[in-house]
Each structure stands twice: as C-alpha cells, then as structure tokens.
Nanobody
Framework: QVQLVESGGGLVQPGGSLRLSCAAS????????MGWYRQAPGKQRELVAG???????NYADSVKGRFTISGDNAKNTVYLQMNSLKPEDTAVYYC?????????????WGQGTQVTVSS
C-alpha cells in the first residue's frame, strides 16, 4: 500500500512552466512504476507520463519534448516538469503508483492537482 500527495498545480499563461510533485509514503524504488495522468472536463483520464523503478520513462505523444518525468528516491518523490504549456494541457493531474501484489499490480491514486493554462 502507498499514499500519494500531489502539489504544484496552479494557473499559468500559455508558454509557461510548472513542476508537479508527488510525495509517496514509501520508497519509490520499491514500486513497480509511477505515473502522471490527467483528466480534462468531459474527457477520459489519460496517461501523461510514466516511469518504472528502473527509471525508464514514457510519454504521451501530446507532451513529448515538453514534459519530463523524474524521480528522487531520497525524497520518495516523483516530479513532472511541464514546459511550453498549452491551453489544452488544462486538466486535473493525478499521480499514480503501481504496487506488485502477488501476481497482480494494485493501483493507487493521489487526490489530484488542478493545472490551468490560460491568458
């Protein structure tokens, strides 16, 4: 089991930057993987970026080259650096963690943090 707490959301102008943080209640190295998802009004939740315990990262096509996911094992924290933000990046961003439980993987979610990109 793991608890996740996000922070760092807010209002930013187009072209600006934000860094989201996700603090985990246990070592992120012990987790199967972590990721950031987002959900805009009227849309399904989608994967933005993910990172494995081996630090292999993957990104949605819409954010490649603009967003970077990284982890700090000493702080049990995963970050999402978001640059060149666009209005279509506006959404609630959720941190996700996968924990191996026997032959399955349990998913855990943070409470979400709002990101609004607007002039």
């Amino acid at each position: 089991q793991v608890q996740l707490v996000e922070s760092g959301g807010g209002l930013v102008q187009p072209g600006g930057s934000l860094r989201l943080s996700c603090a985990a209640s246990r070592s992120i190295f012990s987790l199967y993987a972590m990721g950031w998802y987002r959900q805009a009004p009227g849309k399904q939740r989608e994967l933005v970026a993910g990172i494995t315990s081996g630090s292999i990262a993957n990104y949605a096509d819409s954010v490649k080259g603009r967003f970077t996911i990284s982890g700090d094992n000493a702080k049990n924290t995963v970050y999402l650096q978001m640059n060149s933000l666009k209005p279509e990046d506006t959404a609630v961003y959720y941190c996700n963690a996968g924990v191996i439980a026997g032959t399955s993987i349990n998913q855990y979610w943070g409470q979400g943090t709002q990101v609004t990109v607007s002039s």
